[in-house]
């Protein structure tokens, strides 16, 4: 009777205590680290986390952020996906020393909670124009100004989503305005500083969000997403600088294979090369004009060891590349544009490889000739009959006429010769003096 009568109050008890640990328990954490430029390989990791968090309910997707900004489209598709995701999205600017800037901007004020670690900065998101500066041409100044106020507006309308500081989203496109994390918290931009990824998950535990739910991250399993092997290559190839060399790489292998037929290296290396190179170009925003002049500076490079120019075509072909290099990539960035300094580094390896072979091209035609019949003026022999004045005489393992200029000279004696006219070797004997 004594057990039939605890035996309900037992149940209810283990109940109550599965319902309590249920509802307090914290759900699976997802964290993704975005270091680096955003572009489509950044943007394809962060789809894949978003898709990956909605599928396995997870509490939250954390986002680790330090960039210096990258290119539009691959930010407005990730702010897209941060605005429409069912899973809570923190974005954390993290660690100390790190920033979010120009796009990184974006996706800090899309996220449902935005976070900065000490030591860290936000802001200047203003578009600048190729090289690096508002140009005084009216047309790109113009073009430009549409592009801020464009991104100006798509900044504030992400502010007043999420409920934001919309005056300074406005101001860091318009004005290049930045700030560090005390500053952001304090003007409304970030909703909280944390010193690492612990402490920020201790602080958002019991946050209420803005759809009413009531995010538990205490103790939470955090699950680390790490990037495909499509993704790293991607991200490689995103890079402005590495396909641009893999492209000048690819040409100088075909220019190889072209003046040493048959060999293949050339080709199969400069193959890949172009090919991995034309890959990137598909991703990064491209300008045609550019690859024209590159591809046209190297031919009349090449030309040039067929024509003689002395020169000329080289350097409109030097021209040309430095040109390509400068117009190839339209990325208003240069933060995460083509380098200057590998412009400049390519361009002159490029101008000194081709200023070498001229100038032994040119010491080669100056040069006396040492072959054919040109060649033997002033080449020593021996007479291997009598020359009076017509004989036979050996130079350079072969049999010559020859015709003496000084009288009879007997077999066995040493002739040199004066000229050539045509078969006929005209000779001296002994030294020649």
Not at 245 to 257: A, K, T
């Amino acid at each position: 009777m004594k057990t039939r009568t605890w035996l309900p109050a037992v149940i209810v008890l283990l109940t109550a205590i599965v319902l309590i640990s249920t509802v307090g328990a914290a759900g699976e954490i997802l964290r993704l680290s975005l270091d680096g430029s955003i572009n489509p390989a950044s943007r394809d990791m962060v789809l894949r986390a978003v898709r990956r968090a909605e599928e396995q309910a997870a509490e939250i997707l954390l986002i680790e952020l330090n960039t210096p900004g990258g290119l539009e489209e691959s930010m407005r598709d990730i702010v897209a996906a941060e605005l429409s995701s069912a899973v809570p999205i923190v974005v954390f600017v993290s660690p100390s020393g790190a920033r979010a800037a120009s796009a990184g901007v974006f996706l800090t004020l899309a996220a449902d909670i935005a976070a900065m670690a000490p030591g860290t900065n936000i802001g200047a998101a203003h578009p600048v124009n190729l090289i690096g500066g508002d140009t005084t041409e009216e047309g790109q100044s113009t073009s430009i100004d549409k592009a801020a106020n464009d991104a100006a507006a798509f900044a504030r309308s992400i502010a007043e989503q999420r409920n934001r500081n919309t005056d300074w989203a406005e101001a860091a496109v318009l004005h290049s305005s930045a700030l560090s994390a005390v500053e952001a918290l304090e003007q409304g931009v970030i909703d909280v500083i944390a010193d690492d990824t612990h402490s920020l998950l201790e602080t958002l535990d019991g946050w209420v969000l803005a759809d009413g739910r009531t995010l538990r991250t205490r103790g939470a399993t955090v699950d680390e997403i790490r990037s495909t092997l499509r993704e790293r290559l991607l991200s490689l190839l995103a890079d402005p600088n590495i396909v641009y060399v893999l492209f000048i790489l690819g040409l100088y292998g075909l220019i190889y294979e072209f003046f040493h037929p048959g060999i293949g290296f050339g080709l199969a290396a400069g193959g890949v090369c172009l090919l991995l190179a034309l890959f990137g170009l598909q991703i990064l925003p491209v300008n045609i004009a550019g690859i024209a002049l590159i591809v046209f500076g190297m031919a009349l490079i090449v030309l040039d060891a067929f024509t003689p120019t002395n020169g000329i075509l080289t350097a409109g072909g030097i021209v040309g590349l430095l040109a390509g290099s400068l117009t190839l990539f339209d990325i208003p960035d240069r933060s995460i544009g083509l380098s200057s300094a590998t412009i400049i580094a390519v361009v002159g390896m490029t101008a000194a490889l081709s200023v070498f072979i001229l100038s032994k091209g040119l010491m080669i035609q100056r040069r006396r000739p040492v072959t054919g019949a040109e060649g033997l003026a002033g080449s020593a022999g021996v007479a291997r009959s009598r020359l009076d004045p017509m004989g036979m005489v050996f130079i350079h393992g072969e049999y010559w006429t020859a015709q003496s200029v000084e009288g009879a000279i007997e077999p066995g004696e040493t002739v040199r010769v004066e000229r050539v006219e045509g078969r006929t070797l005209i000779v001296r004997g002994g030294d020649g003096t």
